[in-house]
């Protein structure tokens, strides 16, 4: 399982929301960062997932469904 779209765009734009992670997760912002590029599975961790929902996001906001979300990808190309 991997993060949305919606929390590698927060991650990659939000240069709070990227920090304070890093912060939680014991890692470089620039790490955080690339690992958002990649949609790296070390942002599905607990610390990180209890960051995002101290932000604000639901559960179903936070993680994607692997089949929807590569089915939208290639409709989009």
Excluded: H, P
């Amino acid at each position: 399982m991997k993060v949305s779209k919606i929390i590698i765009e927060k991650i990659l734009n939000d240069n709070n929301f990227s920090i304070e992670l890093a912060k939680r997760l014991g890692n470089q912002q620039q790490s955080v960062l690339g690992l958002a590029r990649r949609n790296s599975r070390n942002l599905t961790l607990w610390e990180a997932v209890l960051f995002y929902k101290e932000q604000g996001f639901t559960e179903e906001e936070i993680f994607c469904d692997s089949k929807a979300e590569t089915l939208n990808s290639m409709s989009e190309e």
